[in-house]
T-cell receptor, first 109, second 112 residues
């Protein structure tokens, strides 16, 4: 059974607007949550993370929110830029790191 | 600059053949991982290692094996390749306990 779920396979957002990517998890023992970004024909690259003891972490245009009671996290990108078009993977860590299926983000001009 | 490299980048093989994908990192990271990426499945963990002589099974380890004889390398072996193992394989490494992985560029394997 999937422990990390990204239920939206794709998302289209107008340039300059906010992009919100969502992720749900089932294992309450996860202690770190991470977002990775992947361009075609490249390996994923780390974007931002959050510890399970926090509810928000911000890094420039990227903010991750964690709602532990709902077992839900989200990545906000504002403002969205053309270079943000990529596949975004949510990941969670206990003794290993488990990824979701990914959400393909399209930034529209 | 430190890096993580995978070879070969592309491989075509036949069902039943043994295949080894190499992964080499120069960061001196203790932790190394192998994932496969498939459409509709995202990244799935195959095997991982937290140090020399340590190996652990991930979510989809059947048909795969790894060995860790030094810090820099974690080769992935498919003992008898199957068409279901056609995929893009990513190796990754990390030092911290906070999950920040550094990925290689991937190895695309086709099993005919």
């Amino acid at each position: 059974d999937q422990q990390v779920k990204q239920n939206s396979p794709s998302l289209s957002v107008q340039e300059g607007r906010i992009s919100i990517l969502n992720c749900d998890y089932t294992n309450s023992m996860f202690d770190y949550f991470l977002w990775y970004k992947k361009y075609p024909a490249e390996g994923p690259t780390f974007l931002i993370s959050i510890s399970s003891i926090k509810d928000k972490n911000e890094d420039g245009r990227f903010t991750v929110f964690l709602n532990k009671s709902a077992k839900h996290l989200s990545l906000h990108i504002v403002p969205s830029q053309p270079g943000d078009s990529a596949v975004y993977f949510c990941a969670a860590q206990d003794d290993k790191i488990i990824f979701g299926k990914g959400t393909r983000l399209h930034i529209l001009p | 600059d430190a890096e993580i490299t995978q070879s070969p980048r592309h491989k075509i093989t036949e069902t039943g053949r043994q295949v080894t994908l190499a992964c080499h990192q120069t960061w001196n990271h203790n932790n190394m991982f192998w994932y496969r990426q498939d459409l509709g499945h995202g990244l799935r963990l195959i095997h991982y290692s937290y140090g020399v002589q340590d190996t652990n099974k991930g979510e989809v380890s059947d048909g795969y094996s790894v060995s860790r004889s030094n810090t820099e390398d974690l080769p992935l072996t498919l003992e008898s390749a199957a068409s279901s193992q056609t995929s893009v394989y990513f190796c990754a490494s990390s030092e911290s306990s906070t999950g920040e992985l550094f990925f290689g560029e991937g190895s695309r394997l086709t099993v005919l």
